[in-house]
């Protein structure tokens, strides 16, 4: 099954070369991936440029202008763009462990949408991580990241549970399977019967209402967070917002309460 992988992006070429790096390394090869750019500068740009040259990976940036937090539409102009009946979403700063495309596209499965999760990283940690250490595999051990600034944590069960455990662990865990944006798949057709992501949704829970409105369909989460493993590289949120919070959070609740399926404000306008 080929998959289209959707990064979303902004101004974090730092962060986004050592995803980028994480995905050169992945144990599934039928993949492409979309480059969803809410309006980054030339430095990306060149970024994109040159892995898409030295990888051999198919890639498509898509762009738009700079105004403001506008996640959503650029998220919908990436599914468009996108080529394959399968789409995986994640961010522009969570690295991909080597067997994160191979997790999803084995979980996969008819009136399904895949819900993973990520290990948050220090900021310390975050810039610390190498090249070489994401190809290596180093960056998602345990031992390494307590020697290179990780306190000790239960939640390292997210990097270590293997088999049966993680099976397990997927089973027993009390978080709802939601559509999370920097981990969850699902397939195309069922993304554009909800008419995508809701572009009056700036920052917080515009991802999970898309999931809301996916399991309106019919369309159940399934649990991946201990399967399917991204680490988290820290950064400040300045387009996080009282008032946008609120407003989703508005949003979301009449979308459970009025069992919405379709946005009027998507891929599609009404």
């Excluded at 099954?1 to 070429?13: F, H, L, W």
């Excluded at 995905?23 to 898409?52: C, M, N, W």
């Excluded at 399904?112 to 220090?122: D, K």
């Excluded at 990097?159 to 397939?187: C, E, F, M, V, Y």
Aim: proline share 4%; charged share 30%.
């Amino acid at each position: 099954m080929r998959i289209s992988v959707i990064i979303c992006t902004y101004n974090k070429p730092e962060w986004l070369e050592k995803v980028l790096i994480g995905f050169a390394h992945q144990t599934y090869s039928d993949f492409e991936l979309v480059i969803a750019d809410d309006g980054s500068g030339p430095e990306t740009k060149s970024l994109i440029e040159r892995f898409r040259e030295h990888s051999g990976i198919m890639v498509h940036h898509v762009w738009q202008p700079d105004e403001g937090f506008q996640k959503s539409m650029i998220l919908n102009k990436a599914i468009l763009a996108s080529t394959s009946d399968y789409l995986v979403f994640t961010d522009d700063d969570c690295i991909p462990r080597k067997d994160f495309i191979e997790v999803h596209a084995k979980n996969a499965e008819p009136g399904r949408f895949l819900s993973g999760g990520y290990f948050m990283l220090p900021m310390s940690t975050s810039k610390k991580i190498s090249a070489d250490d994401i190809g290596s595999g180093k960056a998602f051990n345990p031992a390494w990241l307590r020697e290179n600034g990780l306190d000790p944590t239960f939640r390292i069960l997210k990097l270590t549970a293997r088999g049966l455990i993680q099976d397990l662990l997927n089973t027993i865990t009390t978080t709802k399977p939601t559509w999370n944006g920097h981990n969850a798949s699902g397939w195309k057709k069922d993304l554009i019967k909800v008419n995508g992501f809701n572009e009056k949704m700036q920052y917080g829970g515009q991802d999970r209402e898309l999931g809301e409105r996916l399991e309106n369909l019919g369309i159940r989460g399934k649990q991946i967070r201990y399967s399917a493993i991204c680490i988290h590289l820290d950064h400040a949120r300045p387009y996080k917002t009282r008032e946008s919070i609120q407003f989703n959070r508005s949003v979301r609740e009449a979308t459970r309460k009025e069992k919405k399926i379709r946005t009027e404000f998507g891929i599609l306008k009404d």
